[in-house]
């Protein structure tokens, strides 16, 4: 009888020392899950993978395209490698890899782009997409993914929209006016010699990115467009 009662008070001593520790543990919190497009302003068609798995589609996100918004988790690395080639079996070996550790405060919902310019990280960097809709106006930022560029400046429909010079740098959302098809012209800065131009429809309440790729002195320059929304 006596051993019996030691027996019940063993295991209620334990059962409350087990509640006492499962009160006091750290509160398990799900890891931060942001949106990364992938934008390619290199000249070559790329995969990007997370923890081994490819991510995009299995064409490959070829140069001026993107991959499209997808989840990943904040704080993860994304390796890239070239299209891997069926025939030959090259380009199987990753050519770098991007942490995703941009600012992820102040937004429930985060949006970032991630752009790759070349085949080194140093040549990869992340932007924060801060879009907020305009019913009435289509709006446009402008991204320098050129590794050498001179001061761009760029025209919308013979306007003054943009001014910038550093690669990686990434201009605000603006709004440029209702539905319409707008002409697109980047020059020199310094010279004002003609770089680029293009026609594109842009509709009021969408948010878009204009970037650039290339290189002006092997007159490889231009520009793509991504619609953020």
Request: proline share 1%; no cysteine.
């Given at each position: 009888m006596i051993k019996n009662l030691r027996i019940i008070t063993l295991l209620t001593t334990l059962l409350f020392a087990l509640a006492s520790c499962a009160k006091n543990d750290p509160v398990v919190t799900v890891g931060i899950q942001v949106d990364v497009n992938v934008i390619n302003a290199s000249d070559d068609v790329l995969?990007?993978?997370?923890?081994?798995?490819?991510q995009n589609s299995t064409t490959g996100i070829f140069p001026l395209a993107s991959s499209g918004y997808a989840k990943?988790?904040?704080?993860?690395?994304?390796?890239f490698r070239r299209l891997f080639n069926n025939q030959t079996f090259d380009n199987s070996e990753i050519l770098f890899t991007v942490p995703v550790t941009a600012d992820t405060t102040g937004a429930a919902n985060r949006r970032y782009s991630l752009f790759t310019a070349g085949p080194?990280?140093?040549?990869?960097?992340?932007?924060?997409?801060?879009?907020?809709?305009?019913?009435?106006?289509?709006?446009l930022r402008l991204v320098i993914a050129s590794p050498e560029v001179t001061k761009l400046k760029v025209f919308l429909n013979d306007t003054l929209r943009f001014t910038?010079?550093?690669?990686?740098?990434t201009s605000v959302f603006i709004p440029v006016g209702a539905t319409g098809v707008k002409a697109i012209e980047i020059r020199d800065a310094a010279t004002n010699?003609?770089?680029?131009?293009?026609?594109?429809?842009?509709?009021?309440?969408?948010?878009?990115?204009?970037?650039?790729?290339?290189?002006?002195?092997?007159?490889?320059?231009?520009?793509?467009?991504?619609?953020?929304q």
């Open positions: 995969n990007y993978y997370l923890n081994g798995t490819r990943v988790p904040y704080g993860s690395q994304l390796a080194t990280s140093a040549l990869a960097f992340i932007t924060r997409d801060t879009i907020v809709s305009d019913s009435k106006n289509a709006k910038t010079a550093a690669f990686k740098s010699g003609f770089l680029f131009g293009t026609r594109l429809n842009l509709t009021a309440g969408n948010s878009y990115t204009l970037f650039t790729q290339g290189r002006v002195a092997d007159k490889s320059f231009k520009a793509g467009l991504i619609n953020n």
